[in-house]
């Protein structure tokens, strides 16, 4: 069965730093783009950040770019997102999500169970 | 990176058919024809319905159906059963190369 499991989510300051982990398996982890997703508590949606299946190409939210870094290690089957200077904002369920599209057009099919980041003081 | 426009909430009995509307902009839904609509449970992680407008994953329920026209995608359910109570987002890729979801819907059934 194909699945990612997010870890590293907890309790930061405002201000503080996070760096979530994702490992993927029962899929070829190098041919897929890789995308953090997150809800924040009742609210909707809010895609963060995606890479390329090589790393080559990394987009980001608006709000987030200069602050949160996406990188892979396809050696290890895992995706990170390191957070800097979070906000209360921020708080939310982080889920790591595979997109099936080659070229990544946001086909998002597998999703983990997500890690919860709360930004609180 | 605004959010796509979705209802709020809608509704409708058992057996009944809705559609939730999903409207963008000229720089995503009308640009591509890479628009995804997402089911959520509570406390449970989105799952994909539709992808490409119109396309479902294997062994997806026919009851779903997606379209499009102009900036606006629309998400159908037919034959509507108990299950299928739930929130639903829609997504769309963008010119900057983005992804952008809906605020979501909120499906009740009767």
């Known amino acids: 069965e194909d699945q990612v499991v997010e870890s590293g989510g907890g309790l930061v300051q405002p201000g503080g730093s996070l760096r979530l982990s994702c490992a993927g398996s029962?899929?070829?982890?190098?041919?897929?783009?890789m995308n953090w997703v997150r809800q924040a508590p009742g609210k909707g949606l809010e895609w963060v950040a995606r890479?390329?299946?090589?790393?080559?190409?990394?987009y980001y939210l608006d709000s987030v770019k200069g602050r949160f870094t996406i990188s892979r290690d396809n050696a290890k089957n895992s995706v990170y997102l390191l957070m800097n200077s979070l906000r209360v904002e921020e708080t939310a369920v982080y889920y790591c999500?595979?997109?099936?599209?080659?070229?990544?057009?946001?086909?998002?099919?597998?999703w983990g169970r997500g890690t919860t980041v709360t930004v609180s003081s | 990176q605004s959010a796509l426009t979705q209802p709020a909430s809608v509704s409708g009995s058992p057996g009944q058919s809705i559609t939730i509307s999903c409207t963008g902009t000229?720089?995503?839904?009308?640009?591509?024809?890479?628009v995804s609509w997402y089911q959520q449970h509570p406390g449970k992680a989105p799952k994909l319905m539709i992808f490409?407008?119109?396309n479902r994953p294997s062994g997806l329920s026919n009851r779903f159906s997606g379209s499009k026209s102009g900036n606006t995608a629309s998400l159908s359910i037919s034959g509507l059963q108990a299950e299928d109570e739930a929130d639903y987002y829609c997504?769309?890729?963008?010119?900057?190369?983005?992804?952008?979801f809906g605020g979501g819907t909120k499906l009740t059934v009767l």
């Open positions: 999500v595979r997109d099936f599209h080659y070229y990544g057009a946001g086909h998002l099919d597998v």
């Open positions: 029962g899929f070829s982890f190098s041919n897929y783009w």
């Open positions: 890479i390329k299946q090589d790393g080559s190409e990394i």
């Open positions: 000229s720089s995503d839904i009308g640009r591509y024809n890479y």
């Open positions: 490409d407008v119109r």
């Open positions: 997504s769309s890729y963008t010119s900057d190369n983005t992804l952008v």
